[in-house]
């Protein structure tokens, strides 16, 4: 078999590929969120009350994204805005009891996958993979 070098062809196939089983595993279990909004709530149960600005830089995601990505989880009763203490032009993102839950089975579903992701591989495969992947973050800043 030929070696392929079309790295970007093949990131985003396996992207593309990944995003799929994970929408597949997530409904699964039941879970209502896209991958998108899973990660938002987490990292509001990381930190509660985030800006949408903090969630855009984060999450690297425009600010127009995210405001959708928030009216959804809203809506679904996932999390809720609320005014900024010290300005009120700001509003920070607060998850709800229900976000909690609804995050809590998203993240046992990366967790298995991401086992998946390293199985057949040594540590050191893995490490180098990882370390690929986190070049990116250097390489193609904004």
Request: net charge positive.
């Amino acid at each position: 078999m030929a070696k392929d070098d079309r790295l970007i062809f093949l990131l985003l196939t396996a992207q593309q590929k990944l995003r799929n089983y994970l929408k597949t595993e997530l409904l699964k279990e039941g879970v209502k969120t896209t991958i998108a909004q899973g990660g938002i709530l987490a990292l509001l149960k990381q930190n509660n009350g985030r800006t949408m600005t903090e969630l855009s830089q984060i999450l690297s995601i425009d600010n127009s994204t995210i405001t959708g990505l928030i009216d959804r989880l809203e809506k679904a009763g996932f999390a809720k805005r609320n005014s900024h203490p010290q300005d009120r032009r700001v509003s920070q993102i607060i998850i709800t009891t229900e976000g909690i839950e609804e995050v809590d089975r998203s993240i046992g579903v990366m967790r298995r996958v991401n086992e998946e992701i390293k199985s057949g591989f040594s540590q050191d495969e893995v490490e180098a993979f990882k370390n690929v992947l986190i070049s990116f973050f250097e390489k193609f800043k904004k």
